[in-house]
């Protein structure tokens, strides 16, 4: 008998043990982000100087989905993605190319694709970028179409429960490539019905250098306690009426429930976006 209660307190112990590897629970989150029909029209200006956006526990998984949908194009014959040379374009116009899925299709690009692309996946073991044929947001991006929005980015990714600590800010990006001019002008502005992330002071500021920017940058981090908590930061890139790059910088902070579909906005720009629960 006391033989029998050891082995069963032993089993209950490794039990016990394993639980946490298959107890955390797993979520998916799509988002439409897209560009506001009036944003020309607005004139607005909110010029500040705006905190870098985060560096820390940075997580890209659109880049390797960006660079998926230039392999295919590649593979299909496509000439914009053709990888020779000027040169071997010119002298061998009649020779096949090879197709390396290891080439940063993404600096080829001047507007990114607005679905990046994966291999639809099912497991449990790490943060992974949605297929096309798992999102279920179609029907709104096309509805937004309709309406005169241009969509920039639909996209999703899978993830664990983690803490504010633990959670890795997933970088979002896409639309057009801008090449960054002399001056480089921020703007920023937020909605009253969310908590601003940055500071009330604020300082106009002058941007330089020539790197590739594009027309939505920033990141999406999402956090649970009790409930799901979506800290996003996010830059809008466009060309104001006298020719200047400008950008302008939307920062919320949000609680949200899964299952509901959410509305993020901003004069130039907005996210609809919905968190669902993953296999619970």
Not at 13 to 40: C, G, H, N, Y
Not at 176 to 187: G, L, M, V
Request: proline share 5%; hydrophobic share 35%; with cysteine.
């Amino acid at each position: 008998m006391k033989q029998s209660i050891v082995k069963w307190g032993l089993l209950a112990a490794l039990s016990t043990s394993a639980m946490p590897a298959f107890a955390v629970r797993w979520f998916e989150v799509e988002l439409i982000a897209f560009a506001q029909k009036d944003a020309s029209q607005i004139r607005e200006d909110f010029s500040v100087e705006t905190p870098p956006l985060p560096t820390e526990k940075r997580l890209d998984l659109l880049t390797q989905g960006y660079n998926n949908v230039g392999h295919q194009s590649c593979l299909s014959g496509d000439p914009n993605y053709d990888p020779r040379s000027v040169t071997e374009r010119f002298t061998k116009s009649q020779s096949s190319w090879y197709c390396d899925d290891d080439i940063n299709y993404v600096e080829r690009y001047d507007i990114l694709p607005v679905m990046p692309v994966s291999e639809p996946l099912e497991h449990m073991q790490s943060m992974y970028l949605l297929a096309p044929e798992q999102l279920k947001f179609e029907s709104i991006r096309k509805k937004l179409e309709r309406k005169g929005h241009t969509a920039i980015l639909h996209t999703g990714w899978r993830f664990p429960d983690q803490s504010k600590k633990r959670a890795p800010n997933v970088v979002v990006y896409g639309g057009k490539k801008y090449t960054e001019p002399a001056s480089y002008i921020y703007n920023q502005t937020h909605d009253d019905n969310f908590i601003s992330l940055l500071e009330r002071e604020t300082k106009p500021t002058i941007k330089s250098g020539g790197d590739s920017l594009w027309e939505l940058d920033g990141t999406m981090k999402i956090h649970i306690r009790h409930y799901l908590y979506v800290t996003s930061n996010f830059d809008y890139r466009y060309i104001s009426d006298i020719g200047e790059l400008e950008s302008a910088r939307m920062s919320q902070f949000t609680r949200v429930y899964s299952g509901d579909i959410h509305y993020l906005d901003h004069p130039k720009m907005g996210i609809i976006f919905q968190i669902r629960k993953y296999k619970h």
